[in-house]
């Protein structure tokens, strides 16, 4: 009796449950010493015999099952089990608990009871999720990094039976390297933390914002009412960041682009829907930014032949695989050639030519631009020097400038660099921006575009008429001229009321000091209309298609005043 009572004394006073309970699916407690009360709130009384709850029903319904297999494997191993798991007690608070138990058997070896200790490690378990969780945030936005995520979106998959469909979305910032050129890398880590702060107020709590890194974030939710709620979320993402931000007391405007993949249809495993949400948010950039895009089976497609040119294109400079082709620009009123524009091409080792359209963009987005516009740069005027030098006659070369290029603070460094290496006149160079280009950042822009002025070379809008085509743009930069686009020239000369807006132009041009060179020229007739609206200069399959430089040479040599 005495020894009795002192081994209860002891048992009571462990800091733990001691117990001993029937192998029954609800674990029916026969025994609990009294630090029951400590650790689930419920009196011994309560649940002795599953007299209100049983002990079971404490455990969080997605650790049973855990739980049990623990237990199970125990018993067909012989061997005593440790397990952690986590339990509701009675004010509904969570708790994390470590148990470790044995069987007991009969003397035929049957299970007749389970014997244990548990203890409560809930202090331990939330310093190392504090611990766990500090290491898988991203330092600058405070978000969950890509490790987290990770772990994050397994369960949310394992889960998916029972909480419905899964949404991975992957958005991209638009103008971030804009922002991080134009006004340096703090600002740049002041922007992504703000975003971080609005895309985590238009998401539940329940939903996760991470930061994968750069500019490139990943919403994952659970939408129960699939493509539905997917694009009203995304819908809120877009309008929320369409808001400026304010940094360094200036308006910052971006936009995002974002990619949205379901799964289980669109993918079952992280990688898959990683991979996929990708995808549609490349998709979303090609086609305009500032949109989503849910992800499509045939993108895969696209993708792999896209990556395929990427690859590719990385090694294309490095293995001299792109050639300019020239075509000749004629002044309308004398009919000599002026010059000619450089038009790159690309000979794949495999495709065969493959046309700038398909690789400027890819180029641009996978940051070759600057280097494929350098050597175009380059090409171009040592080309043309050499062209000079041999015909006795100044031409004048035109050149692409991407919208990329004209970002970067090195265009204007790179652009002299060239003209002192081929002794090119600055006068001679002329530069194509388009209008979109020169719009995004109208100040940006002006200030470039001056500091080429500085160098001499002649500044022409490309493509004019397809966009905005606003007069104040047109006065606000240093411009020299205007290139129409071909798709009035070529295709609409005829109707009536195109051809009022191409004199419109060509006046509005002249009133404002600017050359016009129209492109697509195809036909004496069109030539005649254009001559007759004053039009300066004209480009086209009527004069010759662009040219390797040395045909280019031989057409030009073979006339003797170089007229058409
Ligand atoms: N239907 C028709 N087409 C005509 C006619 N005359 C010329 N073209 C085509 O019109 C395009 C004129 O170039 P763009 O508007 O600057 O448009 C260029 C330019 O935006 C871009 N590009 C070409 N080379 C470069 C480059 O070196 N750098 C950059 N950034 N972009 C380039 O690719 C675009 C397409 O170049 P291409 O395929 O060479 O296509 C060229 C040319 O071959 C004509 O009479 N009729």
Redesign the pocket.
Known sequence: MERNFSVELLLNNLPGMVYRCKPDANWTMEYMSSWVKELTGYSADDLLGNTHRSYAELIKPEDRDHVAYAVQKSIDAGKPFQVTYRIIDLHGQLRWVWEQGQAVYDEHQKVVALEGFIADITKQKKSEIALERMATLDALTGLPNRAFLHGHLQTLLDGMQHNGPVTVMFIDLDQFKQVNDTMGHDAGDRLLGLVALRLQRVMRPDDMVARLGGDEFVITAACKRGAESASAIAQNILSSLRQPFVIEGREIFISASIGICMAPQDGKTKDALFKNADIAMYRAKEAGRNRCCFYRMEMSETANVRRALEDALHRALERNEFVLHY?PRVNLTTMQCTGM????RWNHPELGQI???QF?PIAEECGL?DAI?LW?LQEACSQTQRLINRLGIPLRVS????ARQLTSVDLVKQVQQVLDETGLPGDLLEL?LTESMLIEDMAASAAILSALKVLGVKLAV??FGTGYCGLAYLQRFPLDGLKLD?SFV?ENAKDKQTLNVIKAFIDLAHALDLSVVA????THEVQEILRNFCCDEG???LFAK?LPCHELEGMLASFSHITF
Request: a negative charge; glycine letters at 10%; charged letters at 25%.
């Open positions: 075509q524009e450089a038009l790159i046309p700038p359209l400027i631009i516009g175009v050149v692409n400038i991407s194509e490309d493509d071909r070529t492109e697509g020229v195809e480009q086209g399959y662009p």
